[in-house]
């Protein structure tokens, strides 16, 4: 939490960069398994980047030659190392690429992977306050500008730096006066370009936060599609993502003055000395202190070098890009995690009995630490009892299922199951045996098998259907033309509320757990429906231990034991008959009320 709030505080003041790029050494662990692959890699580009700078010299000599005597000899020479070293270059071009790709597919999955573990292993709280669209662009775009690094731009990096470094090296060597002379505008180059590269970086992490955002819109719009259109708000959404898209745009182009800048500069400082560099040489070559070939080539080295300093803009903009994405990602990977295992469970842990004790458990929302949900909740349930969890809306229930799944630690008290502290149950293994079946069922996109399987991976087709018989879904699941097969979710068949809590139910059926946790729909069905539902959830709830979160009055009737929630207190405890007959009893103004609108 306290992380949290670091990490969005801290946006504006931009991180020493020393630092940032030590932090993202860390990512260097997914390519270590391939750094063989890479360094070869690495070795191609050095000797292709090398016979690359060989070119401008041959053709120095070429020019050269032709005031040569013997010069068809000459010519023909020369020709013919050209050609060998295109032929050089072009083998090594294709295998770096090879090899790069490789190294960076690799890595990119495992870090891929990496993130998406990482993800599923954060506690609830996380995603109390992430929206869905910034995480799924933390593992697609963050690394896809990663890819890019990988891929080409540090290819590209060390290629136009050996060109310079390189270039500078055989300028000095062919003519150390004209050099200086071109050289006097690259200091300041380089000066502004940090300069240049530190605007760049912001705006650009300025740019992907906002794009993150628009995305976002998109994204909920289309999830909640019905109310948008329900409400005939298309053009509120409309204007949401537009407002968005032109902020991402504003700051976008405000970024661009910076990189149009720098690029003038580079021309006007550059290629300004190039001309410099030919008046200067054209004069040498008239006082025969130099031949034209020497000329032609400087004049193409340093035509290579500028145009490599130019590109080194942009390659500098991108790592700069890649290490503010690198950042985000560095800081999912920083959260706390839930002790959750990944492997697939060997035999399932069987021992819960489902005795469930609260002691004087109180809990605040991390998202809300100053108001208290739950305050000093003290109840113990019986293994194998069916009780029913009422009370006004906000009462508190849904929490209360959400702290005995360890959505979230309380903060003082404790939960014991089967005598034993809840968290020092194995995380994973306790979960596993108990299901929740929520008030709003989404169903997975795939089949309606896969969908009911998903309690209980592996189980086979016909226990399957049985579970599906158990909870009346298979009558209507077998009216559907494909049967078990047919698919649901979001681009399959829409479903009814109905029958996807039958579906809902057919999974928990399947999972077998020791204990349920249900929160029921608050929507009413009609009552056919409703009498499916009812008794699938009797197959359900029968021989063991279950907390459900009661709207039906048929549920609250066959409950062994009502209780009463009220600002996260429990105010009333009992069987049901004995809360009815209570003369001042909440309950029985709730089941009044309830039965008044049934
Ligand atoms: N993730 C959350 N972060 C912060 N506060 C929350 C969160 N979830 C619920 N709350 C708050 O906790 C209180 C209890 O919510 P809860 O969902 O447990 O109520 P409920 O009894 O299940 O209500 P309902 O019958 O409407 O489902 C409410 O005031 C709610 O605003
Ligand atoms: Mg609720």
Do not use: C
């Amino acid at each position: 939490m306290a992380k949290h709030t670091a990490s969005d505080s801290d946006e504006p003041k931009p991180k020493p960069s020393l630092k940032s790029l030590k932090r993202s050494l860390r990512l260097y662990k997914y390519i270590k398994p391939y750094r063989g692959a890479f360094v070869l890699g690495m070795v191609f580009l050095f000797l292709s980047s090398a016979a690359n700078l060989a070119f401008p010299k041959f053709l120095g000599e070429l020019v050269s030659a032709s005031t040569q005597p013997d010069f068809l000899k000459q010519l023909g020479r020369i020709a013919l190392l050209l050609a060998g070293l295109l032929v050089v270059q072009a083998v090594f071009s294709y295998f770096r690429i090879l090899l790069f790709v490789r190294v960076a597919e690799k890595g990119l999955a495992a870090l891929r992977q990496a993130t998406y573990s990482k993800m599923l292993r954060l506690p609830m709280a996380f995603f109390d306050h992430k929206r869905v669209g910034e995480l799924t662009s933390r593992i697609a775009s963050d690394i896809n500008v990663l890819q890019d690094v990988f891929t080409s731009t540090l290819a590209e990096f060390i290629r136009q730096l050996i060109i310079i470094v390189g270039g500078i090296g055989l300028l000095l060597y062919t003519s150390p006066r004209l050099t200086l002379i071109m050289l006097a505008s690259l200091p300041p180059v380089v000066l502004l370009s940090v300069a240049f590269g530190r605007f760049i970086r912001r705006y650009a992490k300025d740019v992907s936060k906002m794009m993150a955002e628009a995305t976002t819109v998109v994204e909920e719009t289309l999830q909640g599609m019905a109310s948008v259109k329900s409400y005939a708000n298309e053009h509120f959404e409309l204007g949401r993502y537009t407002s968005r898209t032109n902020e991402v745009a504003k700051t976008a182009i405000r970024g661009g003055v910076f990189r149009a800048g720098f690029a003038s500069f580079v021309i006007l400082g550059l290629f300004g000395a190039v001309v410099l560099v030919i008046w200067q040489g054209s004069l040498d070559i008239a006082r025969g202190a130099m031949d034209a070939g020497d000329l032609f080539s400087f004049v193409l080295y340093s035509s290579f070098i500028g145009g490599s300093i130019g590109g080194m803009a942009d390659v500098y903009a991108r790592l700069q890009r890649a290490s503010g994405a690198t950042e985000e990602l560095l800081d999912i990977f920083d959260q706390p995690e839930e002790p959750i295992r990944l492997e697939p469970p060997g035999a399932r842990d069987r021992s819960l009995k489902g005795a469930v004790v609260f002691e004087e458990v109180r809990f605040a929302y991390p998202s809300r630490p100053e108001f208290e949900v739950i305050q000093g909740l003290d109840v113990a349930i019986e293994p194998g009892t069916r009780v029913a969890l009422v009370g006004s809306s906000g009462a508190g229930k849904t929490t209360l299922m959400a702290l005995l799944l360890r959505f979230y630690t309380p903060i003082s008290g404790r939960i014991r199951i089967d005598g034993r502290d809840l968290n020092n149950w194995d995380l994973s293994g306790f979960r596993a045996q108990v299901a929740l079946v929520p008030q709003e069922v989404l169903l997975f996109g795939g089949s309606i098998l896969e969908n009911i399987r998903y309690g209980k991976p592996g189980a086979s087709e016909a226990e399957v259907v049985e579970a599906a018989k158990r909870a009346y879904a298979h009558d209507f699941i077998v009216a559907f033309p494909e049967g078990y097969e047919t698919t649901v979710g979001e681009r399959g068949i829409q479903l009814s509320g109905g029958q996807r809590q039958r579906i809902a139910i057919a999974r928990a059926l399947l999972n077998d757990p020791a204990l349920l946790l249900l929160d029921e729909a608050t929507s009413a069905l009609d009552s056919e429906s409703e009498y499916y539902v009812q008794s699938a959830l009797e197959a359900l709830m029968k021989d063991r231990t279950s907390l459900v979160i009661a709207h039906r009055l048929s549920t609250i009737r066959n409950a062994d034991r009502i209780l009463v929630l009220d600002h996260g207190q429990i105010v009333e405890d009992g069987a049901p008959d004995a809360l009815l007959s209570r003369p001042e009893s909440r309950f029985k103004a709730l089941w009044e009320r309830q039965l008044a609108n049934e």
